[in-house]
């Protein structure tokens, strides 16, 4: 955790450090004094070299908790990502939510009537969910429930009309992933021999698929969803581009147009963390929901 | 067909490849995108950046089949233009992070120990960071423009290979054959390029098939955040991007650019399928 905190943040401020454009310059406009712009440039520290810059902001994160401050609103970045991660993490959640709940009963129904319309359609619905930017996916949705139907509002997160229309466009890659993983991966356990058993032994068809059949078809699902859980935090910068969501994603793409190193840095460094968490999250439930795993690591 | 050989490897799987629908489906689909690409001044009915500020937001018609923009500029002829730019990036970001990202895996691979250690951590990094703010941040940093949009977006794809060609060489280095080679006196690279890298080619080919997906996309999204492509020069995702402001009124304007970009991403995942299946069977999901 620690080392991929240092790795992110060094690897962004090398990237930051070669970046053209004077933040001074964009922080305090083009009229700006000379004088202002090297006050701006010592306060910041800006006339330092990277490796010192970077040595302070290690030193500034570890000892005090203090991420820097915004070179544009002069407000700490911590109290800006404060705002902002929740309302990211609420889209990442509530379309994993979605992805995953629609994404297995999709999958469970597919592989239980295989080649049926509904898992033809769902399929090939599927495929269109992965080939599909989020970006456009958002246009369209806004065109058809905002525009043409005026169901649902196209921009904002704070309604739950708001918070529909950006779970569901964030979510429908995942979704269409998640449905394949865990139509494909029901097929191949569905066939086995104590599934017949169950059967044979008169349990109910639906203890059979939910409790035989799901559990044993869990764990490459589950990897599936962690690894989706990730892209959303990535793919949460454009769908809150799109529906104009004050989420870190676009606070984080406004900080590189204004060159507010702060908050970009900020911003990655929350996701980072946020990212290697769900990972550790993925491990955790591996072991949950496969004994045989708890038992090898139980020393 | 005829000039290869009946049981040779590249034959069977041409074979299995053509048996699969929906790869060839894929595969045609983009030979035409790659025809209307490179004869792109030959097939636009316009050229991409005149302008006719009359003629501005007209709905499609014979004259323009796909309407025109804000400036009056035919979609069509953009969204023609706008395959040069997405099929470049997408191959040459997915060659500069196979090449790069390979040489690395194959290093890390082979030598393993403290080397191994060194350059996996750092990808380790490279992963934690999500691949779109990735390639915006390295995108911010070269500034606009074609060649610094491929950079960013191979960059950002590295990673991906470089473990994808680490666990294949791992799982090579151990054979016989490979000892095989070492005693009879061949070079660490001989071996790696002559003995390892064409027997770990299947998932390389496979993953950077679908890559060019993810790289046309990811190229997209940078130019529809504002930082990849700038206007005149059309780039579907720019273009999305360009229609927002008149989605009320011009929906088309939105809808054909965004389905430009749907349609490659499909073919080339179709195409990335079916390769999967057919350069090797035990793949198969």
């Known amino acids: ?299 | 067909m005829v000039l290869l050989r009946k049981n040779s490897n590249l034959y069977l799987t041409l074979v299995r490849l053509r048996r699969n629908r929906l790869a060839v489906l894929g595969l045609w689909i983009m030979l035409i995108l790659l025809l209307t690409a490179v004869f792109a001044p030959l097939l636009a009915p316009y050229h991409y950046a005149t302008q006719n500020l009359v003629d501005a937001f007209e709905p499609p018609s014979w004259a323009h089949p796909l309407g025109t923009d804000d400036f009056g500029r035919d979609i069509l002829s953009r969204i023609i233009y706008g395959a040069q730019v997405s099929l470049q990036v997408g191959v040459f970001a997915v060659s500069l992070a196979m090449l790069s990202g390979g040489v690395l895996g194959a290093i890390a691979g082979y030598y393993g120990g403290h080397l191994d250690d060194v350059i996996m951590r750092f990808m380790d990094v490279l992963f934690a960071i999500p691949q779109i703010l990735l390639a915006i941040t390295i995108a911010a940093a070269l500034g606009p423009g074609l060649m610094n949009l491929t950079i960013a977006v191979g960059i950002a794809a590295l990673p991906t290979f470089a473990r994808i060609v680490r666990g294949a060489v791992l799982s090579i280095v151990g054979q016989e054959y490979i000892e095989a080679a070492r005693c009879m006196g061949a070079s660490d690279a001989w071996i790696i390029a002559k003995h390892i890298l064409p027997n770990c080619s299947a998932p390389i080919i496979v993953q950077g098939t679908l890559r060019v997906a993810q790289a046309i996309l990811a190229a997209a999204a940078l130019s529809f955040l504002g930082l990849g492509i700038q206007p005149p020069f059309p780039e579907w995702g720019g273009m999305l991007a360009g229609s927002r402001g008149y989605l009320r009124d011009y929906a088309y304007m939105a809808v054909f650019p965004g389905l430009a970009i749907m349609i490659t991403i499909m073919a080339l995942n179709f195409l990335g399928d079916g390769l999967r299946d057919a350069m090797d069977p035990k793949l198969k999901r």
């Open chain 1, 1 to 299: 955790m620690i080392p991929v905190a240092l790795g992110v943040t060094f690897i962004l401020f090398s990237l930051l450090s070669v970046t053209p454009g004077d933040p001074a310059r964009l922080a305090l406009g083009e009229d700006a004094s000379e004088e202002s712009l090297n006050e701006f440039r010592r306060e910041y520290g800006l006339d330092r070299s990277f490796l010192v810059r970077y040595g302070f902001f290690v030193y500034n994160a570890a000892v005090n908790q203090d991420i820097g401050r915004s070179y544009v609103t002069r407000r700490p970045v911590a109290g800006e990502m404060a705002n902002t991660f929740p309302v990211t993490l609420n889209l990442a959640f509530g379309a994993i939510t979605f992805a995953t709940v629609l994404g297995m009963t999709f999958g469970i129904i597919c592989a239980i009537k295989q080649y049926s319309i509904f898992d033809n359609v769902t399929m090939v619905i599927a495929m269109l969910g992965i080939s599909t930017p989020i970006f456009y996916l958002g246009i369209l949705f806004i065109l058809w429930f905002s525009v043409r139907l005026r169901w649902l509002p196209s921009s904002g997160f704070d309604t739950l009309s708001q918070r529909i229309l950006p779970w569901i466009t964030l979510s429908a890659p995942s979704m269409s992933i998640i449905t394949r993983m865990t139509r494909s991966s029901m097929l191949e356990v569905i066939r086995s021999d104590y599934i017949r058993t169950a059967r044979a032994k008169g349990q109910k068809e639906s203890v059979v698929i939910l409790k035989h059949a799901l559990q044993n078809a869990l764990i490459p699902i589950v990897t599936i969803i962690g690894i989706q859980f990730g892209l959303l935090l990535g793919g949460s910068i454009l769908t809150e581009s799109v529906f104009s969501i004050p989420g870190v994603g676009r606070l984080a793409v406004e900080g590189i147009k204004s060159r507010d190193y702060p908050i970009v840095q900020g911003a990655v460094l929350y996701i980072a963390i946020a990212y290697v968490f769900i990972n550790l999250f993925v491990d955790l439930l591996y072991a949950w929901i496969d004994p045989r795993l708890r038992t090898r690591y139980r020393y």
